[in-house]
Nanobody
Framework: VQLVESGGGLVQPGGSLRLSCACSGFTFSNYVMSWYRQAPGKGRELVAD????????NYADSVKGRFTISRDEAKNTVYLQMNSLNPGDTAVYYC????????????WGQGTQVTVSS
């Protein structure tokens, strides 16, 4: 099983980034895909999740209206489009695959750093 995140980096406040998580080794369509983040000195928090392509999505209040989660079943990839970024979004972002929503266990990626700074 592999989940490989990419797309992180340094961006100025107000900017945008698109994270990708390429998955292999499991039946992607059977899994809920999630993005989490962990800021320095803080716990890991759920950012967004998606049940299936075109299906139900869920967002943390802090990112609603700015972030969009999507998935491409043909590419076994989940995305996180992040707009209007602010310094509070600085964190390591992780993707996770789980069979059901709202659980901590599952398959995790290695994380990608997002830094929002001028």
């Amino acid at each position: 099983v592999q989940l490989v995140e990419s797309g992180g980096g340094l961006v100025q406040p107000g900017g945008s980034l698109r994270l990708s998580c390429a998955c292999s080794g499991f039946t992607f369509s059977n899994y809920v895909m999630s993005w989490y983040r962990q800021a320095p000195g803080k716990g890991r928090e759920l950012v967004a999740d998606i049940i299936s392509s075109g299906g139900s999505t869920n967002y943390a209040d802090s990112v609603k209206g700015r972030f969009t989660i999507s998935r491409d079943e043909a590419k076994n990839t989940v995305y996180l489009q992040m707009n209007s970024l602010n310094p509070g979004d600085t964190a390591v972002y992780y993707c996770k695959a789980s069979r059901i929503r709202g659980v901590a266990y599952g398959y995790w990626g290695q994380g990608t750093q997002v830094t929002v700074s001028s």
